[in-house]
C-alpha cells in the first residue's frame, strides 16, 4: 500500500546537496527544522566544515534523525598505495557515519583510474574494496549502501550503473550490503521494476533519491529538477518501492547550479515539501 503524501505531511530527507554548496550544515539543519523536515542527509564535505563533533551536536541536539552519509566509494586506484589511501578514507566515513547515528554509508563507487581503459578491472577493484570493508561496517553499526549511477557517469564516477549489477554485487558478497535507489540515476532502465522487487525481496533497500530528469538538460551532473518539473514518473516510482517494503524517508537530492541553488533556503525547502506532496 503506497503512502498517502497529499495529506499532511510527507516523510522527508533533506541531502545537503540540495541547498547547494553556499548554505552549511547549520544552515540545512535549521531549514528542515523551520519545515518539518524531520530526517537529513550529509555530505561530507559539509561535515568537515563544521568538525565531526560540532556537527554530531547540532545534529543531535536538533532532534534530526540521519538517513544516509554521502559519500564513500570511489575504489579503484592505479596503484597499491592508492587503493590504500581509499580504503582509510573510507574507514573514515565510517567512523564519521557512526558518529552522525547515520543508519547506512551511500557508496558513489568509482571507476576508471587515471590513464585505464579496462573497466571490467575497475568494476573487480570496486568489489573487492567492498568486501574488505564490510566486516568494518559491521563493527562500526553502518550499513554500506551502493548507489548505481546513470551510465552517463560510468567513466569517472561509477562503474556500477544499474540496480541488476548492485544487487549481483551485494548476492555475491552478501551480509547486509544494500543500496540506495535514486531515481535520477535509474529511472531509464528496462529492467526496472524486477530489479526494485528483487531488492525489497533481499531487504536491500537502504535509501530513495529523488529529483528530475530535466528535457532539456544543460549538464548531466549539475542540472537536476525539483519533482515533477521534469520526465520521471515519481508517483509510479514511489509506489514501486513501497510495495517492495521501503519505508523510510523520501531523499530529496537536487543539483541545480543555474535555478534551485540559485535560491534562498526557505524558497527551496518550500518547494521541496510542496513537490513531495504533489510529484512523488
Ligand atoms: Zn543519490
Known amino acids: 500500500m503506497m503512502r498517502d503524501f497529499s495529506t499532511g505531511s510527507a516523510p522527508i530527507a533533506l541531502n ?17 527544522l523551520r519545515h518539518g523536515i524531520a530526517t537529513l542527509s550529509p555530505w561530507r564535505d559539509r561535515i568537515a566544515a563544521t568538525g565531526l563533533h560540532a556537527a554530531s551536536r547540532l545534529i543531535r541536539d536538533s532532534g534530526l534523525t540521519v538517513a544516509g552519509l554521502c559519500r564513500g566509494g570511489m575504489f579503484p586506484a592505479a596503484d597499491a598505495a592508492g587503493r590504500k589511501a581509499v580504503r582509510e578514507d573510507n574507514l573514515r566515513a565510517l567512523d564519521e557515519a557512526a558518529t552522525l547515528g547515520a543508519g547506512a554509508l551511500v557508496l558513489v563507487v568509482g571507476s576508471l583510474p587515471a590513464g585505464s581503459k579496462d573497466i571490467s578491472a575497475a568494476r573487480r577493484q570496486v568489489e573487492e574494496g567492498i568486501a574488505a570493508l564490510l566486516e568494518d561496517a559491521r563493527e562500526f553499526g553502518v550499513r554500506l549502501a551502493i548507489e548505481p549511477l546513470h551510465p552517463v557517469y560510468a567513466a569517472e564516477r561509477a562503474c556500477v550503473n544499474t540496480l541488476a549489477q548492485a544487487l549481483d554485487m551485494c548476492d555475491r558478497l552478501g551480509g547486509d550490503l544494500g543500496i540506495a535507489i535514486d531515481a535520477y540515476h535509474v529511472w531509464w532502465d528496462p529492467d526496472l521494476s524486477r530489479q526494485i522487487a528483487r531488492a525489497g525481496r533481499s531487504g536491500r533497500i537502504l535509501g530513495f533519491h529523488v529529483s528530475d530528469w530535466m528535457l532539456p538538460t544543460a549538464s548531466v551532473l549539475n542540472d537536476r529538477g525539483m519533482m515533477g518539473e521534469g520526465i520521471i514518473d515519481l508517483k509510479a516510482l514511489r509506489g514501486e518501492v513501497e510495495a517492495a517494503g521501503f519505508a523510510g524517508p523520501v531523499e530529496v537530492e537536487i543539483f541545480s547550479e543555474r535555478n534551485w541553488w540559485m535560491r534562498p533556503v526557505d524558497e527551496i525547502l518550500s518547494a521541496v515539501v510542496r513537490a513531495c506532496r504533489t510529484a512523488v
Request: hydrophobic residues 35%; proline residues 6%.
Open 16 to 32: 545537503t546537496a540540495t541547498l547547494g554548496p553556499r548554505a552549511s550544515l547549520k544552515d540545512a539543519v535549521d531549514g528542515c
